[in-house]
């Protein structure tokens, strides 16, 4: 028998979600959801605490690797993407950062038309409940959106969050109350998506009152094998469940959410993308599209670690009692550690005077571990996460093999250009400067890395090259564009160009990467897709102001006259 839906959409992750939702939402739509991976009801993805396990667990997240990259030495690094409910969403660090308003205004610069900082600010807010604003939220934060966020609930527990800002007042940055709202440059607290002690992730967020609807079906363990493409225009998908092969078929449109790896590997698995990569892999070619797959970009980040004077950090909670002791209190009451992603204060600034908007940001742990839970060293520490928001450097998804089973070849290219080397010097020595400030003295001890004796720029570089880790940003590699630019993907309504009936809606449709991490602005872009699908009327543009230095072009500092360094 013949499955037929109005929409087909392929991949349940944080644009996926929300898309279920919003097109079934009116009740006139019939809507089939297709999932790879399973259920996120599992307590090492509703923990907030947990978020080092979910994402290095083949059960919920793709272990793809990158190709050895030239400008770090020949590493190959790791690049998990969500394979769950929820996506990238239920797997990932829980960090909210929207980004820069003038990331938004650089994106319809370069041919993204709409998607400047006035129409996108309404969909934030759409997609959001800020726990600090009240109902009815604010001009910059939502108040009534079904994704919870938050600004943790440590900072009066630790007083090295503190600490870590004050160090960025000493060094000369300015403090900001919300970085999401007016004024993203400076210090202070950060935002996780955490509703209640739990993990706000698109699938408990949108798709969990979605199921509730007759009109959507949700699939999972499925593979999609390549979109079923008739004169020019996608009739519907094929997939792969228990070793048996399926069709469904879309009577209005088939959309990709199976973000920046998944989402050009399915369209160069049908058929869509340059020629001669498809050539290569032995696919045969339906539309050429030279831009699938190009553009790649992500954020790399460094842990800089110090040994902690006073015995506070979290150091202190890594042995089994301790998390056993903090899991139970989060089963029981859904507070306290276990309620947390730890990362509740930051700092976003400029490596440079000439730059208009930040593209260093901080994410500050009172702790050292690894990414994977583990302590860096015995005794206690403190670390912050940081690297450049804005690289220069593009990379690439190519598919290998007409099999959808084989992992396509990824490439970031990684400080690539000049200018990437240069900014890691200049993240690498203000990152020292604000360490080093007044605020921290009395808890600061040994600079475990980089270390005291890496300091020229061939050191800077070298180091870099070996520690530097992913930060889990990729995003572009199916960039939207203006109807004239040959490498665009999608149009400014996520239309892939030549294709009817066919739509990307994920974060590789950003034409480039902004400035913080990546889940929010991905919902956001979700959420107005939506509208454009169902030939909504948009929201109201936004005439909420944002700041910047007015002397950005003379100075890499709001202050005129940065503080001295502390000796």
Same mark, same amino acid.
């Given at each position: 028998?013949?499955?037929?839906?109005?929409?087909?959409?392929?991949?349940?992750?944080?644009?996926?979600?929300?898309?279920?939702?919003?097109?079934?939402?009116?009740?006139?739509?019939?809507?089939?959801?297709?999932?790879?991976?399973?259920?996120?009801?599992?307590?090492?993805?509703?923990?907030?605490?947990?978020?080092?396990?979910?994402?290095?667990?083949?059960?919920?997240?793709?272990?793809?690797?990158?190709?050895?990259?030239? %400008?770090?030495?020949? =590493?190959?690094?790791?690049? +998990?993407? @969500?394979?769950?409910? !929820?996506?990238?969403? $239920?797997? &990932?660090?829980?960090?909210?950062?929207?980004?820069?308003?003038?990331?938004?205004?650089?994106?319809?610069?370069?041919?993204?038309?709409?998607?400047?900082?006035?129409?996108?600010?309404?969909?934030?807010?759409?997609?959001?409940?800020?726990?600090?604003?009240?109902?009815? %939220?604010?001009?910059? =934060?939502?108040?009534?959106? +079904?994704? @919870?966020?938050?600004? !943790?609930?440590?900072? $009066?527990? &630790?007083?090295?969050?503190?600490?870590?800002?004050?160090?960025?007042?000493?060094?000369?940055?300015?403090?900001?109350?919300?970085?999401?709202?007016?004024?993203?440059?400076?210090?202070?607290?950060?935002?996780?998506?955490?509703?209640?002690?739990?993990?706000?992730?698109?699938?408990?967020?949108?798709?969990?009152?979605?199921?509730?609807?007759?009109?959507?079906?949700?699939?999972?363990?499925?593979?999609?094998?390549?979109?079923?493409?008739?004169?020019?225009?996608?009739?519907?998908?094929?997939?792969?469940?228990?070793?048996?092969?399926?069709?469904?078929?879309?009577?209005?449109?088939?959309?990709?959410?199976?973000?920046?790896?998944?989402?050009?590997?399915?369209?160069?698995?049908?058929?869509?993308?340059?020629?001669?990569?498809?050539?290569?892999?032995?696919?045969?070619?339906?539309?050429?599209?030279?831009?699938?797959?190009?553009?790649?970009?992500?954020?790399?980040?460094?842990?800089?670690?110090?040994?902690?004077?006073?015995?506070?950090?979290?150091?202190?909670?890594?042995?089994?009692?301790?998390?056993?002791?903090?899991?139970?209190?989060?089963?029981?009451?859904?507070?306290?550690?276990?309620?947390?992603?730890?990362?509740?204060?930051?700092?976003?600034?400029?490596?440079?005077?000439?730059?208009?908007?930040?593209?260093?940001?901080?994410?500050?742990?009172?702790?050292?571990?690894?990414?994977?839970?583990?302590?860096?060293?015995?005794?206690?520490?403190?670390?912050?996460?940081?690297?450049?928001?804005?690289?220069?450097?593009?990379?690439?998804?190519?598919?290998?093999?007409?099999?959808?089973?084989?992992?396509?070849?990824?490439?970031?290219?990684?400080?690539?250009?000049?200018?990437?080397?240069?900014?890691?010097?200049?993240?690498?020595?203000?990152?020292?400067?604000?360490?080093?400030?007044?605020?921290?003295?009395?808890?600061?001890?040994?600079?475990?890395?980089?270390?005291?004796?890496?300091?020229?720029?061939?050191?800077?570089?070298?180091?870099?090259?070996?520690?530097?880790?992913?930060?889990?940003?990729?995003?572009?590699?199916?960039?939207?564009?203006?109807?004239?630019?040959?490498?665009?993907?999608?149009?400014?309504?996520?239309?892939?160009?030549?294709?009817?009936?066919?739509?990307?809606?994920?974060?590789?449709?950003?034409?480039?990467?902004?400035?913080?991490?990546?889940?929010?602005?991905?919902?956001?872009?979700?959420?107005?897709?939506?509208?454009?699908?169902?030939?909504?009327?948009?929201?109201?543009?936004?005439?909420?102001?944002?700041?910047?230095?007015?002397?950005?072009?003379?100075?890499?500092?709001?202050?005129?006259?940065?503080?001295?360094?502390?000796?």
């Amino acid at each position: 028998m013949k499955q037929t839906f109005d929409y087909i959409i392929v991949g349940a992750g944080s644009a996926g979600c929300v898309l279920a939702d919003r097109l079934t939402e009116s009740g006139e739509h019939s809507v089939l959801l297709l999932e790879a991976g399973g259920s996120d009801n599992n307590i090492l993805i509703r923990m907030p605490t947990a978020l080092s396990y979910p994402m290095n667990m083949p059960k919920f997240a793709w272990q793809f690797e990158s190709d050895p990259e030239p %400008g770090l030495d020949g =590493r190959q690094l790791h690049c +998990p993407r @969500g394979k769950v409910l !929820g996506g990238g969403s $239920s797997i &990932n660090g829980m960090v909210y950062v929207r980004g820069h308003a003038c990331d938004f205004e650089q994106w319809a610069q370069q041919g993204a038309e709409g998607w400047d900082y006035a129409n996108c600010l309404p969909y934030f807010k759409r997609a959001e409940h800020w726990s600090a604003g009240g109902s009815q %939220g604010d001009k910059y =934060r939502g108040g009534q959106g +079904p994704v @919870g966020t938050n600004n !943790g609930n440590e900072m $009066s527990l &630790n007083p090295l969050y503190q600490a870590f800002i004050d160090a960025g007042q000493e060094a000369g940055y300015p403090q900001t109350a919300d970085y999401n709202g007016y004024q993203q440059e400076g210090f202070g607290p950060m935002h996780m998506t955490v509703d209640g002690g739990v993990r706000a992730s698109t699938s408990r967020a949108y798709l969990d009152r979605a199921r509730k609807r007759s009109n959507l079906t949700l699939r999972t363990g499925i593979l999609s094998r390549k979109i079923l493409l008739e004169s020019g225009k996608a009739e519907g998908v094929e997939f792969e469940s228990h070793g048996k092969i399926d069709q469904a078929f879309a009577r209005r449109e088939v959309i990709l959410s199976a973000g920046s790896i998944g989402s050009p590997h399915l369209l160069q698995l049908s058929g869509i993308g340059p020629s001669d990569v498809l050539l290569n892999a032995g696919v045969e070619l339906e539309h050429e599209l030279p831009g699938v797959g190009e553009n790649l970009q992500d954020h790399l980040e460094v842990y800089f670690q110090y040994r902690c004077d006073k015995p506070i950090t979290l150091n202190s909670k890594l042995g089994l009692i301790s998390k056993g002791l903090i899991g139970a209190q989060w089963i029981l009451f859904k507070s306290g550690l276990g309620a947390t992603n730890h990362f509740e204060s930051c700092g976003f600034i400029r490596s440079r005077a000439g730059l208009k908007w930040p593209n260093i940001q901080y994410h500050f742990l009172p702790a050292a571990m690894r990414y994977d839970g583990q302590a860096a060293f015995n005794g206690h520490g403190f670390q912050v996460h940081v690297g450049p928001n804005k690289p220069e450097s593009r990379g690439r998804v190519w598919i290998e093999s007409p099999d959808p089973k084989i992992a396509p070849r990824i490439l970031f290219n990684y400080i690539s250009t000049e200018q990437d080397v240069q900014d890691w010097r200049d993240t690498i020595r203000l990152t020292r400067e604000i360490l080093n400030q007044p605020a921290l003295d009395e808890f600061r001890g040994e600079e475990i890395q980089p270390g005291a004796s890496v300091q020229s720029d061939e050191e800077i570089d070298a180091w870099v090259r070996a520690n530097v880790e992913s930060a889990y940003h990729p995003s572009c590699s199916c960039r939207m564009g203006a109807k004239d630019d040959p490498m665009a993907v999608v149009d400014p309504e996520c239309r892939v160009r030549g294709i009817k009936n066919l739509r990307v809606v994920d974060s590789s449709i950003f034409p480039t990467i902004t400035n913080g991490n990546l889940n929010a602005p991905t919902i956001m872009v979700a959420e107005r897709a939506a509208d454009l699908i169902l030939g909504k009327t948009p929201e109201t543009a936004s005439d909420a102001e944002f700041w910047v230095d007015p002397q950005w072009q003379s100075r890499q500092r709001p202050e005129t006259a940065k503080r001295p360094l502390h000796k």
